[in-house]
């Protein structure tokens, strides 16, 4: 590999390292290196705070009936805390449950602001009195693997109507936390932190966006992604982030960390499709945690199909 690996002191093990991460040359950081965080210029601040978690415990919430089952085992809470993606904190599938250990964004505020009439911040109470749910999804990481979690949370669509978006407002982008020190994976410059992401407005609205607080009845693992993630069950994995702090509703397809990354790999829309397959595995069969092979066939959608397809009715199939 022609590019200078540069280890920090927390080195990584190679073998460690995980299919989906790249090692991007210089040339390419530095031309995606101003773009990507002019919507955000003047807002990153750093100062989240990581005192020992006060959180109060999840508060009641009910089943939402039509999510109750999603037509296969639930996976179990000890491999979904213990197998993750979650850079911030490390490159290999086990480094975040470990590094992660006692991380938490309190006091916690979630700020909503550009094309909106109401820009807002929200506490985690605010959030989940919006309608506060059990919602059991299908879970799909583009590295062919695949879960089943009950999540707790709340649509997202409540979330964005507090904020009342401006007709100009054709999309969502969402900016995670910064914090180096404690996160020790922001350290690696071969990335842009913190992890950003978005959606195009109708996406955000639709009914399966989720905002998760909490999973298997409790407040997220800090490696799930504490105190809230966006959850999106028919696209790939990356397409929700952990540990978001702000949302910007803007009129151009915001940048996301993973098509920065590697553009030909990942893509903005990445819905999940048996059918296109990413340059370095196929995507016609996925293997689901717990299980030592690629046993299942990989559903359009997710099997979300239903309730998204509209969506993309008028987009080329190869396009996400
Ligand atoms: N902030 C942040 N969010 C993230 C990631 C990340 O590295 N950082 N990884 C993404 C990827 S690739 C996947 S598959 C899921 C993994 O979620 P899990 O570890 O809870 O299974 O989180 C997504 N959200
Ligand atoms: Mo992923």
Redesign the pocket.
């Known amino acids: 590999m022609a590019n200078i690996i540069h280890h920090p002191s927390w080195k990584i093990n190679e073998n460690e390292v995980t299919p989906?991460h790249t090692f991007r040359n210089r040339r390419d950081f530095l031309k995606t290196m101003g773009i990507g965080s002019l919507a955000f210029a003047g807002l990153s601040g750093g100062a989240w705070a990581q005192e020992s978690s006060g959180m109060s415990p999840l508060p009641a919430y009910t089943g939402n009936p039509d999510f109750a089952d999603a037509g296969r085992p639930n996976t179990v809470e000890e491999l979904?805390t213990t197998?993750?993606?979650?850079?911030?904190f490390g490159f290999s599938k086990s480094a975040?449950a470990h590094n992660a250990k006692g991380f938490s964004l309190d006091p916690y505020t979630l700020k909503i602001g550009g094309l909106v009439d109401k820009p807002t911040e929200l506490d985690l109470d605010q959030i989940e009195t919006l309608s506060l749910q059990e919602r059991v999804y299908r879970?799909r990481?583009?590295?062919a693997w695949g879960?089943t979690v009950p999540w707790i949370g709340v649509p997202l669509s409540k979330i964005i109507q507090l904020a009342k978006p401006k007709s100009s407002a054709k999309y969502v982008a969402f900016k995670?936390f910064y914090d180096p020190e404690r996160a020790v994976g922001q350290k690696d410059t071969r990335y842009r932190w913190p992890?950003y992401e978005g959606l195009r407005l109708d996406e955000a609205m639709n009914d399966l966006a989720f905002i998760a607080t909490g999973h298997y009845g409790k407040r997220l693992a800090p490696?799930?992604?504490t105190p809230l993630?966006l959850v999106l069950p028919w696209k790939?994995?990356?397409k929700?982030?952990?540990?978001i702090v702000e949302m910007m509703f803007t009129d151009k397809e915001p940048k996301t960390f993973w098509n920065d990354a590697n553009p030909s790999e990942y893509k903005f829309y990445s819905n999940v499709d048996p059918q296109v397959p990413h340059p370095r595995w196929s995507q016609a069969k996925e293997r689901w945690l717990g299980e030592g092979e690629k046993a299942h066939a990989t559903e359009w959608y997710n099997g979300y199909g239903e309730q998204v397809a509209e969506l993309y009715a008028d987009m080329p199939r190869n396009l996400y």
């Open positions: 989906e979904t197998f993750n993606n979650f850079y911030e975040p879970f990481c583009v590295e879960m995670t992890y490696q799930s992604g993630r790939y994995g990356y929700g982030p952990k540990s």
